[in-house]
Structures are given as structure tokens and as C-alpha cells.
């Protein structure tokens, strides 16, 4: 019944040439498109309970206290989610599996929009967290077999703005609608949109180049560094692969603990950003979420510049433009903290530099990450590192709470320096592993 | 030529994104040591402006100063800074010593560290001149810039210097089976030492207010003796970081920049002073081992013709000899009734005997004969046999290790020569029983070891003057040579392996 959804075995090679350029710049501008698309609507679903949450405390149905805990499993389920969806989409057509993950969380805030129990809502909300996570490992499938080694910062980068624009978006449309027609419309509509989106996600979106009959994207562009990840280890099985080069992988490992890192530090000011705001700096709702999507503005720059400037600058090498960005995270961190000017602009623009440093690393860890690992298992990787991040986001929901508790903002933001200064200080034996190492004496 | 400005312009849009967040935040960050914004830009963002247009092309000079511009005049409208224009401008006639420095010709990093010191207080002088002439406080500006700049420079030539020291090269999978360096002996070091600077400049009394001080110099010094000029700088900034943090809530802030000032000169001083002492240490060594293959390579070549000679002579003189003794025999037998020539040709034959026999003594001086037709094993079990230690009542044992093979020419020759001499000792002068010769292969070194449980050496012998010459050898070959005559006679020599040196090549 799901054999829809395995990935086809590889069609007969086109001979012709200019076929092959033609359908390659065609999908390749066109897959580009549509899963910015689609994991922009992902995120619609996925934070649009983020604020209709606001009516549903003023109308009593939840409490402060359910909200964390909600936020909490559901970090949990989509970081795991992550990691088994990663696993199986490497052997999936990305097609369907993003197509009907989206349709089935749009499925799920709809139902959301109509529950009016406590007990449901956290039941779909981890069911939504799950499907949540069929949106990034396909998307990473194909981030890798469509796009070369060499130009793949940019490419990623591009669609990694995604994030952004479906973050700074759905805020927008969902505090429109519940303002005007309640929260439960607040769900709905998202969850509508996800659907149309999802049809069109099954419609528009291919598998692997080879499933359509062309040669590898390290073939048609001669790119030498592809060729020889597509040449690495071709026998294994998948099992092993995830074995040697996901699980037994050292790097992978520092990559994740990194992103934890990584993602204390995002989440931390997603997620309280407009409670610092409000609370500390006096300023209204309104005000402060429109400070905080300056962080996506800024995120949307910061993935730019830093994916493509790690092709550009450092030869594709992603660890050198990872630390210029890790220390970045430290300065700017450092001055939201010291900022002495309350005004609403100054403000923003913290959030700006914030949002522009984090998502530097958000961005090329999860892309050194499917580098670094088998060609066959870039989704388990991403995944796996993906589940990480999810752990250090959880962590910044209730554990924070309780540092805030105690020490005030104070100690929040002594946590998310920290937290970004060890960031910078996992990623030397990443540097260490891409110079050449004899250079590497002298400087310690 | 449309590609290549694209990528300019694409690079410049880059860099000035990452400058302009770095200087809003180092700004934001400096407004805690200052009164007015205005000073605030003098502090870590001037820094930050001098250390990017020193390391980074001549060409991305014009956009990271429009960026900048364009912030000053942004933060102008915002918070008010009436007089940005005056930063401007300094920032426009700093550009002066940039360009100064640029055209130096340095070629060692501890020069580069002294240029930038140079550079950031000209920098600061020309732009704190231009406060005192606006009727400002000139030398809070120069205490300002000074700081931020020093502070900021030398962090951006840090980070700088380890961005562009290699060609980087992207990674791939091929990694799973490089094991990760994870330098963890480094990582703690740095982060003790860190940890206890901002314990000391966080946790100390009042009561220990001159102590404080001093702390900040130790880990520069530890961290310039391990690392160099990178090491003091990184130790600069950490104490950098470490004093903000420990004094950003305290009254002083005249004392802090101050102290920021000092730690940061005597980073930069210590730094260069410093490096330029391992450059020089480096050469030394450097020309040593220079020296040290020229010795080995002129004994190799003294050996080599020495063998050469040697052999001529043999071949030569040996066959002329016994030519010159047949022609005695016919001549005698030709005359057999003259006595007078039956008596020349006799002395004849002796004198040509006696030559040949100097010239065997020679030809074993020259080049032990021995070591042309047999493993320098042999040639020691020969000379053992030669020197006839049993019939002497001498107990003998040999145990050798060594291939012929690890060896080369010139150190064969100078251990058997050890040998030759040794046991030409022993016999002579030790009166002793036994004599135990050991040779091993011992990691990277070659060793060999002669003991007698003989009385020892005499005090002054002619022999002594040929271990002397011996132990002159083996310096020149990089060994030691070590003679002890507590228990009988023990003669040690102790020479590096020639494969290790050809594979170190």
C-alpha cells in the first residue's frame, strides 16, 4: 500500500545532452521553489499554535504551565521525528513524503482548531510534532543530490531562508485571524493552507536525479568533489552506512553538540524574546513580536551571507565562516544583554544581529552535517543532528524557565552566552580536521 | 569582467553585513564603559574598523567605509550623536597610517605585530588630535582609541591569521576515518587559564587590589612561552574578556580602559618579543642541523676516499713490490758469484719488505680492510681473533644486534674503530678477565656498549688521545660517547640511526 512512497529504482539514462541540461536547470529552479514553499507552510503549522496561544490563555482554556510542558513534548517528539523520518526518507521519494507530512499537519491543526480539550490538544500536538518532521530530511535528500558540493552553499542557503520568511510570516497571518475571528480560526486556516500546499508538493516535486533517467548532478556539472562523495564506499548497505558514517561518525557527533548549542540560544530568544520585551523593556505585545521577526529578517541575511560565503570565501569548507558567525552569536548575545538604550528601534536591531549570527550555524552545521556523511544517508544525518538541536530547544523551555526563576534575566543571558561561547569552542576540532595539518603546529 | 564585479560586489555586501553587525554589537557592548554613544564609537568599533581595513584587500576598503558611514549616520538619527561627522573624518584620515603600513615590507610575524602597534597609535593620535582641535576632551579620545584599538586589532590579526593561514578545502565523507583531533591538553589549558583569570579579576577582595593586576600577566606570559605571538594575543583577549566582565559593574571606568590598555600593550610587547626570540631559536636550530649533515656528509666523503686511497695503494704498491722482489731473486741469480750483489739484492728485498709492511700499517690506519669484504660483525669477531683475548685468559662475549644495513659507511667504520680502540685498551692496560661487547638497535639510535673488569684506564695514556679523536667522530656523526671507569671500563657510544634520518628528510 505505501510502495508509492519508496524511492523508484533508477530510470533508463537520457543520452541526449541538451535533454539532460534542459530538465537539470528546470528542476533544479523548480524543486528549489517548491520546497521553499513547502517548508515555509511547515512552518505555519508548526508555530501556529505559538500565537494563537495569547487568545486561548485570555478565553482560559490553557495555562501558562500546559503551554511549557506543550512546548517541551513537543521539541522532544519532533527532534526524534527528526531522526527516524531522516532514516526512512533516505530510502523514500521525497515527493509524497513531504507532500502528505505536510497535509497530515495541516490535517492535524484543523482538528486542533476544533478540540477543545486539554488532553487532545497535547495528543495532536505531538501528532503534529511527528509529522513535523517529514518536512527537513527530504528536503535535505534533495538539497544533496540536485545541487553540487560547489555551489551548494548558496543553494541551501536560499532555501534555507525558508525558515525565515515562514517565521516572520505566519506571526502576521495567525495574529491577524485571531484577533479578528478567534484562535480556532487561528488553526484552521494555517492548517487549510498546509493542505493546498501539500497537493501541490505531490504534484510538483520530483525524486533523485537518477529516478527521471539523468546522470548524477556531480556528473552533469563535473565536479570532482561530488563525484567523489557519490564513490565513497558504494557497496555498503544501508545499515552500515548509518553505522560508519551517521552513529560511528565522530564529527556528526561534534556537529550535534554543537547544534544543542545552536539552538539554546535560538529557541531561547524565539521563544522568551517577547517576554523580555514586554516584561523587561515595557513594550506591548504587538511591538515586541514585531522586534523579534526583525531576528528572522536578520537570519534571512545571516544564512545568506554565511552559505554562500563559505563557497565563495573558504572553498565550500563550512567550519571557517561557522566560527566567524559562533563568535558573532557571543558579541551580539552581549549586547541585547548590555544594550542601554530601551528604545523600540535599537532594540530590534539587537534581534537583527542575533537572528543574523544564529542563523549562520543553524544553517551550515546542518549542511556540514549531510557533507560529511554518506551520500546515501544525508537525511539520517541532518535528522540526527536535527534531533539534537531539538534537545538543546527543549532545553531552553523548562529548564530556562527555572534559571530565570532563580536568577533572573541575568542569569538567562549568562546561559545563552556561555551556551554560544562553547558553541565557538566545538567547532576547533572541526577547523583542525579541514586544514592541512602540518600547517596546524605552530598555532595551537 | 560582468562576473567579476558581481562577485565584488557580492563579497562587499557580505563583508559589510558581517562588519556592521560585529560593530553595532561591540558598540552596544562599549556604551556600558562610556558616558555619551558618540565615545562609544571610539572604543571597540574604531578597533574594529582599523583591524578589518589592515588585514582585508585595498579593494574593500571603499564599501566598509561607506557601511560604516552609514551606521554613524543611522545611530545618529536614533539615539543622537552630533558629532559623527568628526569620526568620519577621522576615520578618513586614519586611512593615512593604514596606507603607511600597508607598504611595509614584513617578513616576520613579530615585525607585522610591532607595525601594528605602530599603526593603531598613529591611528589613535590623528584621530584624537581631531577631537582636541573640535574643542572635545582630546585625551579621553586617545585613551578610548587606544584601547579599542589595540584591543581590536590584535584580536582581528589573531583571527585573521587563522582564516588565511591555510587553503581550505571542503570536506567530505573521507572524514569518517580521520579520528578527531581533539587537542583536548590545549582546550584545557586555555580554559583554566581563562576560568581562572575571570575567578581572580571576579572573586578577589578589594583588600588585594594591587595583586589583581599582576594575574593578568601570567597567562600572556605562559601562553607567549607555549605559542607564541598567537598565544599571547589569544591570552590577551581572553584577560580582555575576562576584565569586562569582572569590572563592567564596578565604578571605574577610567580604570578598567586603563587596565585594558596596559594588558593589551604588554600582549602586543610580549607577543612580538617573544616571537621574535622563536624565530630566531628556530633558525638556530635550523642551522644547526645544517651543520650537522655537513659534518656527516664530509665525514662520509673523508671515508669514501680514504676506501678509495686505500685500495689504490693495495692494488698499486703491493703488486710493485713483489715486482721489485723478483727482479732482486733474478738479479741475485744472475750474479751468483758476486757477493756484492747477492748483498744489495738481499737489502733490496728487505727494504721493499719493509716498505710494504709501513705501507700495511698505513693502509689499516686509512681503512680497516676488513669492513670491504665482511659485515661489521665479522670484522669485530676478527679482531677479537686478532688480538688473540683468549690465549691472554681474556673471556670474550659478543652480542650483536645490528644490520649492516641500518648503518651507514662512515658509522660502520667509526664503530669498529670504538672497537678496534676499546679492546686495544683492554688488552694493554686493563688487566682484566672478561670483555662483553653489546650492540643494539635501540628505538632511533644505535648503540654500543664495551665492558671490561679490567682497573680502569691509566691516567694519562697516548690511547686516550686516539678515543679522543674517536669521540670527535662520533660528535660530528650526532652520537655521544661516554667513557666510566667506576667498575672496570665502560665505553658507551650512542649514535642516531641513519634510517630515521632519511625518512625525517
Request: glycine share 8%; net charge neutral; with cysteine.
Amino acid at each position: 500500500m505505501l510502495n508509492f512512497m519508496k524511492s523508484r529504482p533508477a530510470a533508463p539514462l537520457v543520452r541526449d545532452q541538451a535533454e539532460i541540461d534542459a530538465s537539470y536547470r528546470h528542476w533544479r529552479l523548480h524543486i528549489l521553489l517548491t520546497m521553499y514553499l513547502g517548508y515555509a507552510v511547515f512552518y505555519f503549522t508548526r508555530k501556529s499554535f505559538n500565537f494563537a496561544m495569547p487568545d486561548m490563555l485570555a478565553s482560559g482554556i490553557l495555562d501558562k504551565a500546559d503551554i511549557g510542558m506543550m512546548w517541551t513534548l513537543f521539541y522532544l517528539t519532533y527532534g526524534c521525528s527528526k531522526f527516524v523520518s531522516g532514516i526512512i526518507s533516505d530510502r523514500a521519494n521525497p515527493r509524497y513524503f513531504m507532500g502528505l507530512g505536510l497535509m497530515a499537519t495541516g490535517v492535524i491543526n484543523i482538528l486542533f482548531g476544533l478540540s477543545s480539550a486539554l488532553w487532545m490538544f497535547v495528543a495532536l500536538w505531538i501528532a503534529n510534532a511527528f509529522f513535523q518532521g517529514w518536512g527537513w530530511p527530504p528536503c535535505s535528500k534533495l538539497l544533496t543530490s540536485w545541487y553540487s558540493r560547489t555551489e551548494r552553499g548558496f543553494w541551501w542557503s536560499a532555501w534555507n531562508t525558508a525558515h525565515n520568511v515562514g517565521g516572520a510570516l505566519i506571526p502576521l497571518i495567525v495574529s491577524t485571524i485571531a484577533l479578528q475571528h478567534g484562535w480556532r480560526y487561528g488553526m484552521i486556516v494555517p492548517g487549510l493552507i498546509a493542505i493546498l500546499a501539500g497537493l501541490l508538493l505531490c504534484w510538483r516535486l520530483r525524486d533523485t536525479p537518477s529516478t527521471l533517467g539523468l546522470p548524477t548532478v556531480g556528473q552533469w556539472r563535473q565536479d570532482a568533489l561530488e563525484m567523489a562523495q557519490q564513490t565513497q564506499d558504494v557497496g555498503l548497505d544501508p545499515r552500515q552506512i548509518l553505522r560508519k558514517y551517521v552513529l560511528g561518525n565522530p564529527y556528526i557527533w561534534l556537529l550535534a553538540c554543537c547544534y544543542v548549542l545552536v539552538y539554546v540560544v535560538r529557541t531561547a530568544i524565539n521563544d522568551w524574546g517577547n517576554l523580555y520585551m514586554t516584561e523587561q523593556r515595557g513594550f506591548n505585545l504587538m511591538s515586541a513580536n514585531s522586534a523579534i521577526s526583525m531576528f528572522e529578517v536578520g537570519g534571512f541575511i545571516g544564512a545568506l551571507v554565511a552559505g554562500w560565503g563559505s563557497d565563495k570565501l573558504f572553498n565550500g569548507n563550512r567550519g571557517p565562516m561557522n566560527l566567524i558567525f559562533a563568535m558573532g552569536i557571543l558579541l551580539s548575545v552581549g549586547s541585547l544583554w548590555l544594550m542601554p538604550f530601551f528604545s523600540y528601534v535599537m532594540q530590534a536591531a539587537c534581534f537583527f544581529t542575533i537572528g543574523f549570527f544564529v542563523f549562520g550555524p543553524q544553517m551550515l552545521i546542518g549542511m556540514a552535517a549531510a557533507e560529511c556523511s554518506h551520500k546515501d544517508c544525508a537525511g539520517a544525518a541532518t535528522g540526527f543532528v536535527g534531533l539534537f538541536a531539538y534537545m538543546g530547544a527543549a532545553l531552553s523551555g523548562y529548564p530556562l524557565a527555572k534559571v530565570m526563576e532563580i536568577w533572573h534575566w541575568n542569569g538567562f543571558f549568562v546561559v545563552i552566552s556561555v551556551a554560544a561561547g562553547v558553541s565557538a569552542l566545538l567547532l576547533l576540532p572541526f577547523l583542525k580536521a579541514q586544514a592541512p595539518r602540518p600547517l596546524a603546529v605552530e598555532t595551537g | 569582467m560582468i562576473s567579476r564585479l558581481a562577485s565584488y560586489v557580492a563579497i562587499s555586501l557580505a563583508a559589510c553585513f558581517i562588519f556592521a553587525a560585529g560593530w553595532f554589537c561591540l558598540w552596544s557592548i562599549g556604551l556600558h564603559l562610556v558616558e555619551s554613544p558618540v565615545l562609544a564609537v571610539l572604543l571597540f568599533p574604531f578597533g574594529l574598523r582599523l583591524g578589518l581595513l589592515l588585514q582585508s584587500p585595498l579593494r574593500y576598503w571603499p564599501p566598509l567605509l561607506l557601511c560604516e558611514a552609514l551606521l554613524l549616520h543611522w545611530l545618529d538619527r536614533e539615539v543622537g550623536m552630533p558629532l559623527w561627522p568628526l569620526i568620519l573624518a577621522g576615520s578618513l584620515l586614519t586611512l593615512l597610517p593604514l596606507l603607511i603600513a600597508r607598504r611595509q615590507r614584513v617578513r616576520d610575524d613579530w615585525q607585522q605585530l610591532l607595525v601594528l602597534l605602530a599603526t593603531v597609535t598613529v591611528a589613535a593620535a590623528l584621530q584624537s588630535l581631531l577631537w582636541h582641535l573640535a574643542g572635545e576632551d582630546g585625551l579621553t579620545a586617545l585613551l578610548l582609541t587606544l584601547t579599542g584599538g589595540l584591543t581590536l586589532t590584535s584580536t582581528c590579526m589573531l583571527i585573521w591569521h587563522y582564516l588565511t593561514r591555510a587553503t581550505w578545502v571542503p570536506l567530505g565523507p573521507a572524514l569518517v576515518d580521520q579520528p578527531v583531533d581533539w587537542r583536548f591538553r590545549h582546550l584545557v589549558w586555555y580554559l583554566l587559564l581563562f576560568v581562572l583569570s575571570l575567578g581572580l579579576q571576579l572573586g578577589l577582595p578589594d583588600s588585594l587590589v594591587r595583586f589583581t593586576p599582576f594575574c593578568l600577566a601570567i597567562p600572556i606570559m605562559a601562553m607567549a612561552w607555549r605559542y607564541g605571538w598567537q598565544g599571547a594575543l589569544l591570552a590577551t583577549l581572553m584577560n580582555t574578556v575576562a576584565l569586562m566582565a569582572g569590572q563592567a559593574w564596578h565604578e571605574h571606568p577610567l580604570d578598567l580602559l586603563l587596565s585594558l590598555l596596559a594588558q593589551s600593550l604588554t600582549g602586543l610587547l610580549l607577543g612580538a618579543g617573544i616571537q621574535r626570540q622563536r624565530e630566531l631559536n628556530q633558525a638556530l636550530t635550523r642551522q644547526l642541523a645544517h651543520n650537522r649533515q655537513l659534518t656527516e656528509r664530509l665525514l662520509e666523503t673523508e671515508e669514501s676516499i680514504r676506501k678509495e686511497v686505500a685500495r689504490e695503494l693495495h692494488d698499486d704498491i703491493g703488486q710493485t713490490i713483489t715486482a721489485i722482489r723478483t727482479q732482486a731473486g733474478i738479479v741475485r741469480r744472475l750474479a751468483p758469484d758476486n757477493p756484492h750483489v747477492g748483498q744489495s739484492s738481499a737489502l733490496i728485498e728487505t727494504l721493499s719488505l719493509g716498505i710494504y709492511d709501513a705501507v700495511r700499517g698505513l693502509l689499516g690506519r686509512l681503512r680497516p680492510r676488513q669492513l670491504d669484504d665482511m659485515s661489521l660483525e665479522q670484522a669485530v669477531r676478527g679482531l677479537l681473533r686478532e688480538l688473540e683475548l683468549e690465549r691472554r685468559g681474556i673471556v670474550t662475549r659478543l652480542e650483536w644486534g645490528l644490520a649492516d644495513e641500518a648503518l651507514s659507511d662512515a658509522q660502520r667504520v667509526t664503530l669498529f674503530r670504538v672497537c678496534q680502540e676499546g679492546l686495544n685498551n683492554v688488552v694493554k692496560h686493563a688487566n682484566a678477565s672478561a670483555v662483553t661487547i653489546l650492540a643494539r638497535q635501540q628505538a632511533d639510535r644505535v648503540l654500543l656498549q664495551l665492558d671490561d673488569d679490567g682497573c680502569g684506564l691509566p691516567e694519562q695514556t697516548p690511547q686516550g688521545y686516539g678515543l679522543l679523536g674517536i669521540r670527535e667522530r662520533v660528535q660530528a656523526l650526532g652520537g655521544t660517547l661516554r667513557l666510566s671507569c667506576a667498575q672496570g671500563t665502560q665505553l658507551t657510544v650512542n649514535l642516531p640511526s641513519r634510517k630515521r634520518e632519511e625518512s625525517h628528510d
